[in-house]
Every structure is written in structure tokens, then in C-alpha cells.
């Protein structure tokens, strides 16, 4: 029975994912994904012009499944939770090892400066959101307790600077913490 041409772009994106999030966009190649994913270059370039237009589509995916995520949070009926309840999902997909694209966009993050002009775009209007998400979180919970301790943008800024770099030096050099403690400190200090 022949394979549905949905599945194999699926397949596509599923691979992608994978190795752009494992090994970044460079290190990646297109003969890499054909061979992972067992197609030809002409069943490639049916569904994708280029790896840069692969890459957009799987980051679109990643960065709407994040909108998704929040929307789900933020429609919670305990609105102080929302910035638990955030990182509570953000850090059990993570650590279920089949949802990939925290380590996905921190890693295209870092390779930035050598990305197309309209994928730096892309991360950019990503970070802003999620910094606006974080900082809407936060106010939240600070309103809720009726703590000022700090100020939201400044507190949004630390949260992401823990997440991206737990993520990035958990790879280099594990730590005896795993990110649910580090986050769940960080936010013990910052909103108490």
C-alpha cells in the first residue's frame, strides 16, 4: 500500500525537528534528512523549496504549539497558578523526550546570526511573545499575592535567561538539579 504524501511530509518535519534540534540548522544538511527520513531529494523538494523553507515550516509548528500551550494555561480557572502551571508544562513536555522544540528554538536561537533574515525574524517575534507571556504570568501572580517584589520585564528576562541556559548547559554539563528545581527556585525568589 502506498504511503500517503501527508505522511511523508510529516515524516519530514518530524526529522527535521529532531536533527535541527540536535545538531542545529548547519549541521544539518538535506542529505542528512533524506537519509533519516529514506526519500529522494525530488520527494523533498515536492514539499519544501529549500532546507531554509523546512526550517521555517518546523519552526511555525514549534512556535504555534507554544501559543497553544499558553492559551491553555492562561484559561485556567486559578490565574495565580498560570506561571506555575507554565512551567509545569513546559518542563513535562521537555522532559517526556518526544516534544522537542524548546531545545529547537534555543538551538536555532544560538545559531541566529547565521540563519535567513526571515527565520531571525521569526525567533525574534518568538522571544518578544514569550517575553510578553512571562511577564503577563508574572504580573499575575504578583497582583494575586499581592507581592511587587520585582519588576515583570526584569523577572520575565531572568526566567527566560534560566530556561534557555538550563536547557543549553544541561547538554554540556548535567546538572544533580533537574529544571523543574531550578525553575521552581528561581520563582521562590522572584515571586514570594
Known sequence: MPRKQTNTKERILDTATNLFSTHGFAG??????????????GAFYHYFNSKDHL????LEIAISEYHQLA?????????SRGLYLWLESLIERQTSGQW???RLVTRLSIESAQLSTSL???????????????????????QDQGAD????SAAARLFMAAHFGA?????CAPAKEDVIT??????ARVIR
Open 149 to 152: 517584589t520585582m519588576d515583570p
Open 28 to 41: 544539518t544538511s538535506i542529505d542528512d534528512i533524506l537519509q533519516a527520513v529514506g526519500i529522494t531529494k
Open 167 to 171: 536547557l543549553w548547559l544541561d547538554r
Open 182 to 187: 531550578v525553575c521552581e527556585t528561581l520563582l
Open 55 to 58: 526550517c521555517q515550516a518546523v
Open 100 to 102: 522537542l522544540h524548546c
Open 71 to 79: 492559551e491553555a494555561v492562561q484559561g485556567t480557572d486559578d490565574p
Open 120 to 142: 531571525q525574524q521569526k525567533l525574534r517575534s518568538f522571544w518578544q511573545w514569550y517575553q510578553s507571556l512571562y511577564e503577563s504570568l508574572i504580573r499575575q501572580r504578583q
